[in-house]
C-alpha cells in the first residue's frame, strides 16, 4: 500500500503546485498537456488525444471546450470525419507555450530534486510498465506505445 500512497501524494500535490505556476496563463494541470500537444502539432485530431493521454473522451471534449473558451485554440470540423475536429493553437496560446513549457519542465525538476540521473530513468521506466499494466488489466486498448 506504500506505493498507491506515495503515488496519490505526489499526485495531488504536484497538480496544486502546477496549478498555482499556471493560473497567470489561464490554463490548469489537467488542460496544459493538451495544450502543449496542439502547439507542437496544429490542426492535430480531437480524437488522436484519447490515445495520448489515456483519459476518457468526455474529459477531452470538456478540456477542449474550455481551453477554446479561454482564446487558446480554435477547432475547425475534419473533413474525412464530422464526428471529430483539427484543434488548433491561437497566437495566445502560442505566446505562452514556451513558458507553459518552463514551467513544466521546472515542476518535474521539483519533483527529480535529489533523484540521480540513472534513478530517474528507472523511475520513469518502470512507471511507464506500470501504467502500461494497469491498462493491459483494463482491456484499455492502446494506438500507441508508452513513449512520453
Not at 464526428?83 to 513544466?104: F, G, H, N, Q
Amino acid at each position: 500500500m506504500k506505493l498507491l500512497k506515495w503515488l496519490s501524494v505526489a499526485d495531488r500535490f504536484y497538480k496544486i503546485y502546477l496549478d498555482k505556476q499556471l493560473a497567470p496563463f489561464g490554463v490548469n494541470s489537467s488542460q496544459h498537456m493538451f495544450l502543449l500537444k496542439i502547439c507542437d502539432a496544429p490542426g492535430i485530431l480531437q480524437d488522436s488525444m484519447m490515445d495520448m493521454f489515456y483519459v476518457h473522451p468526455s474529459n477531452i471534449v470538456r478540456t477542449i471546450a474550455a481551453l477554446e473558451k479561454q482564446g487558446m485554440i480554435t477547432r475547425s470540423p475534419y473533413d474525412k470525419d464530422k464526428r471529430t475536429w483539427r484543434l488548433y493553437p491561437t497566437d495566445r496560446a502560442m505566446s505562452v507555450c514556451k513558458e507553459i513549457r518552463s514551467i513544466c519542465e521546472n515542476t518535474e525538476a521539483l519533483l527529480l530534486q535529489g533523484i540521480s540521473e540513472g534513478e530517474k530513468n528507472l523511475l520513469i521506466e518502470l512507471l511507464m510498465r506500470a501504467g502500461k499494466n494497469i491498462t493491459e488489466e483494463l482491456h484499455i486498448e492502446r494506438k500507441e506505445e508508452f513513449d512520453d
